[in-house]
Each structure stands twice: as structure tokens, then as C-alpha cells.
């Protein structure tokens, strides 16, 4: 059995959502990080942030920084942004392959923020969300 982690740093609560639906789907539960959250060991993480102004979440990449191959096997960036060019967790994504951590998927998905898609992440795109990391959990394969 592989151990299954969800974090996750969040400024609008759309990632703790996403991390809360993401945890009861594969039946884990989720921590909030900050920026003093020490990592845990565990075979495969998912790392639930948000993009803003184009920016990665600053605890959720000071989260990242803290991680080695030797705490995380795996992990699976899990990201929400209003902006469609910018949904991809850039920053983290250098940090975990410098640290020779495999990255094994992204899940994406439409944010809101103010008066812009404030309406995402719905229900129906976190349930997508919470599926599509079931289905990357159940095909990792764990060394």
C-alpha cells in the first residue's frame, strides 16, 4: 500500500477545496501548509496551490524547498489560476526536478478571483479534479 499525501497553501480557499475533495476521494486527509510546515515522508505527494498575479503561492514554494527525494517519491501539482497561459505551477515544478523528486502529473483548472471566473473552481471542476488524482494515484507506480 502506498502512502498518499495532500497539502496544500491557499489564499482565496479554492485550493483547500480542491485539496479537501482530492483527500476524501483517495481517502486521505489534508494538511494546510505555511510557511513553517515541515514535510512528512510519503510515497506519492500532491501539492495544491493556486497561481496569482502569475506567481506561484509563496508558502506552498517555500513548502516545495524544504522537500528532498528521500521524504517524496513522487508528486502531482495540482493548480488553479484565472489566467489560462499562466495555470502551471513553474517555480515548484524547478525546485522538485533540481531535487531529483519525479513529477509524475499536473491537474489544472480554471480559478476566479474578484469579479473574474468568480464562479471557479465549481463543484464540477473540483470533482473533475478529485477523479483525475484518483486515477494518477491508482496508476503510480512506487518504487
Known sequence: MKNVSVVYATKTQHSRKIAEAIGKELGTET???SGSSQPEKT???FL????YGGKCNPELLSYAEKLTSSLVNKAVLVTSSVST???SQSDIRKVLLEKGIDIIDEITCTGGFLFINFTHPDKKDIQTIA???KVISEKAVIK
Open 85 to 87: 497561459s499562466l495555470r
Open 43 to 45: 510515497d506519492l505527494l
Open 31 to 33: 494538511k494546510k501548509i
Open 48 to 51: 495544491v496551490g493556486g497561481i
Open 131 to 133: 477523479n483525475a488524482a
